[in-house]
């Protein structure tokens, strides 16, 4: 399909003109005007453009793309080789951050929250589809030995607990990413316990002190599962071949 019909729908779904975000969301490197071929990951690395270039897509669609703010302006370094190999291999760039995290169904907290099993009540910061926050309900309660044993089940990494709520879960809120100043919300809300992807030394203090348990589940273990229902789903409804490629990272 042309790029710019394909592109036009991601901006539609995923209102992409609604956020004040951190970088620019849509196409941020230009290819191919012709789409066949789309692979999706989670950031626009050296390793998954060498993993686009080889398998010969069109498209790289990422959650955390290029020229982000306060980030140098010049095309230098990994970045200019980074560029360059796109352009060489004519394959277009586009990244959606804030988007695809507060998509009600595709975006990284809806799928974060499928994952997990979880009964999706609100968000906290904004109505679902715009918010980055979400609040729900485990279905069983559990403690949190057991939740943080879960959660790694799910993820495929232990995160990291810091202690300070009830005996047992049984409502949380979660934000993808690094999302860890988000716990004040969450303890404003009331809920048991936190989850997001990367935590500060503060975060110790103030789960303690509100009485909240924190997880910090990993930045990209948490959102790795918005990127591949957005290729999914791209693959459903216009029938072009994807795939997603998982760059591992500890963080």
């Known amino acids: 399909m042309e790029r710019k019909q394909l592109l036009d729908y991601l901006d539609d779904q995923l209102k992409a003109g609604s956020f004040r975000d951190y970088a620019p969301n849509g196409l941020q490197v230009e290819g191919t005007e012709e789409i066949t071929k789309?692979?999706?990951?989670?950031?626009?690395?050296?390793?998954?453009?060498?993993?686009a270039i080889s398998w010969g897509a069109d498209l790289l669609l990422v959650h955390h793309g290029y020229f982000w703010k306060n980030e140098s302006q010049t095309i230098t370094g990994?970045?200019?080789?980074?560029?360059k190999s796109l352009l060489t291999h004519d394959i277009n760039l586009a990244g959606y951050h804030l988007p695809l995290d507060a998509h009600i169904a595709l975006g990284n907290n809806a799928q974060l929250g499928r994952l997990l099993e979880l009964d999706v009540q609100c968000g906290l910061d904004d109505e679902l589809g715009k918010a980055l926050v979400f609040k729900g309900r485990l279905p069983v309660p559990m403690s949190a030995v057991d939740?943080?044993?879960?959660l790694e089940a799910k993820l495929g990494r232990k995160p990291?607990?810091?202690p300070g709520g009830p005996e047992r879960i049984e409502t949380l809120a979660w934000c993808t990413g690094g999302a860890q100043d988000y716990i004040d919300l969450a303890a404003d809300a009331g809920v048991d316990a936190f989850v997001s992807g990367e935590v500060s030394e503060r975060t110790t203090h103030i789960a303690a002190e509100r009485g909240i348990h924190y997880f910090a589940a990993g930045h990209h273990a948490t959102e790795r599962y918005g990127i591949k229902a957005l290729g999914e789903h791209l693959a459903e409804r216009f029938g072009l071949e994807v795939r997603f490629v998982d760059v591992p990272n500890p963080v």
Do not use: W
């Not at 789309?38 to 993993?51: F, K, P, Y």
């Open 147 to 150: 939740f943080a044993a879960f």
């Open 160 to 162: 990291l607990h810091l």
């Open 78 to 83: 990994i970045k200019a080789k980074r560029i």
């Open 38 to 51: 789309v692979m999706t990951g989670v950031t626009a690395s050296q390793a998954l453009i060498d993993e």
